[in-house]
């Protein structure tokens, strides 16, 4: 299987087990901001690491939730905000209002709530594909673009290999609104796994 050129049926499904995945992700999201509704736009799968960082407001401090995916699959994820969307994240978890840089509360809070969506994404994935598929624990990264995915993620910091890009990004549907993405980066021989599963 080459999947340095995808087909277009492995593209239509990996977006399909993306959209799974963050459906189940914007509930667990919903439940944690009082029930609030979270959508989700049509996820994006590249082949080109180099495209996640175009895709990524580089005006803004970044906060990204990282952890490691474990069991049957392996990789990465991550959950990607924006500060002023952390802050706003924060005072719906905390029902307290921060700006500036991040607390100890806040950091906790976040870590938590990445936990909990990124569990409800792999759930989804795993019960699709038959798979066994955790998240390890939390580490949060702050502070600019570059250094902040480079420091969540170290794979991409290595433009020579290549890697699969699955975003999925998400939204509050009412003020306080919350903007991010959820970043699933299987690794290739766990690609080939994965689409093994889903039958190509």
Known sequence: MDLQVPSAQQLDALREVANIGGGHAATAFSKLVGGRTV??????VS???????ELVDGDSQLVAISFQILEELSGRMLLLLTEP???ALCQ?????????ELNEAERSALCEAGNIVASACLAAVGTLTG???????PSLCYGHETEVLHGAAPELADSSSPMVVMQIHFFT????YVRGQLILM??????ATLLSKLGL
């Open 85 to 87: 969307d952390a802050h």
């Open 186 to 191: 299987p690794e290739r021989r766990s690609l």
């Open 39 to 44: 959508k989700i736009e049509v996820p994006r």
């Open 47 to 53: 082949f080109e690491v180099s495209e996640l960082a």
């Open 173 to 176: 549907a009412k003020s306080p």
């Open 131 to 137: 798979l066994k598929i955790l998240p390890s624990a």
């Open 92 to 100: 719906l978890l905390l029902n307290d209002a921060h700006s500036g």
